[in-house]
């Protein structure tokens, strides 16, 4: 039975030798040709496959739906594509993907000529994929939880060790325990994130800045919210945050009584800015913390830059869009 009597025999032998499994249909959606791929595929003759035959070896869980699909693109003379197990001569259903575009014959709707691809390893290996991506972030998410309980126990050793401490060691040891609580209110919202493995650095100023805020400083933390956000990595956001609690402390020390928060994106690059009104920042801290900043920004994977501005220190972290 030939493809339809607008193709030449040319045409056809070139259909029967192909690689994808190719059909036609007339215009209620029973099919009258197959080329050699798809009987191959099936273990059956032409005869046994014409119309409706075909059907006998779909999946009776994938049956009615497709069949729907079809009986929908006929009435529409529309193209379609719907996926189906079908069964295989060795008795093993795979997948299938099949495609049907409508064509026309003397001037009116004639019927469909479609095409088959077997998508079962593509489908096992998505769902591998997939699978293994949850199992990534239930990995993460157990990682982040663990270390929020030992900052935990930390910050309860520093608040023991504080009560015993001189006036100069208190002063020391609330320094360090600004870092920790950063690190602590870092992980604590990537725990409750709905995927850490994406975030986003708005959402985390929005999480961190009113509880820094809250902790007396002594620098108000204002952040300008713009059109524009960026996303991260989870441990990006770690280091970002880690870098942004430094500069805080750095503006706090030299004595700014405001740190302003902004996004920049220009020039191909997408930057956090932050900048202090005080003057020049404390000698005391300056080599430690431009380290640290320099060295969480190389981790969050920004290009830093520290200047001590005319009104104020400012420190910008600079990522590369895309």
């Known amino acids: 039975m030939s493809i339809s009597p607008l193709l030449n025999k040319d045409v056809e032998a070139f259909a029967d030798h192909s690689p994808v499994m190719m059909w036609s249909a007339d215009a209620s959606g029973a099919r009258h040709w197959f080329n050699r791929t798809w009987l191959a595929f099936r273990g059956r003759s032409l005869s046994q496959e014409a119309g409706f035959g075909w059907t006998e070896g779909v ?18 003379r529309a193209p379609y594509q719907v996926e189906y197990r079908l069964l295989r001569h060795d008795g093993v259903f795979r997948w299938i993907l099949s495609r049907g575009n409508p064509y026309e014959a003397e001037g009116g709707f004639a019927g469909f000529f479609g095409s088959c691809f077997d998508i079962t390893d593509h489908r096992t290996n998505e769902a591998k994929l997939g699978d293994a991506l949850v199992e990534r972030e239930a990995l993460l998410r157990e990682v982040h939880h663990r270390v929020k309980n030992n900052l935990q126990t930390l910050m309860a050793l520093m608040r023991f060790m504080r009560r015993s401490a001189s006036a100069d060691g208190r002063a ?4 360090l325990n600004l870092r920790i609580v950063t690190m602590a209110l870092v992980q604590k919202h990537l725990h409750a994130a ?3 493995t994406e975030v986003s650095a708005l959402g985390m100023l929005d999480a961190i800045i009113p509880e820094l805020n809250d902790m007396g400083l002594g620098i108000r933390l204002d952040v300008e919210r713009g059109p524009q956000d960026m996303i991260l990595s989870g441990q990006a956001s770690a280091y970002l945050g880690l870098a942004i609690s430094e500069a805080i402390l750095l503006f706090s020390q030299g004595g700014s009584d405001v740190c302003h928060i902004s996004l920049e994106d220009k020039g191909g690059m997408q930057a956090i800015v932050m900048s202090g009104d005080g003057g020049a920042l404390d ?11 320099r060295q969480y920004a190389r981790g969050a994977g920004a290009v830093v830059d ?12 600079s990522f590369p869009v895309g």
Not at 172 to 175: F, H, R
Not at 283 to 293: A, F, K, P, T, W
Not at 306 to 317: M, N, S
């Open 59 to 76: 999946h009776h869980d994938d049956l009615a739906p497709t069949l729907e699909i079809l009986r929908r693109a006929a009435a529409e």
């Open 172 to 175: 020391v040891l609330d320094v």
């Open 194 to 196: 709905d995927t850490i």
């Open 283 to 293: 000698d005391s801290q300056v080599q430690l913390g431009q380290r640290l900043v």
């Open 306 to 317: 520290i200047a001590p501005a005319l009104t104020g220190p400012c420190v910008r972290l």
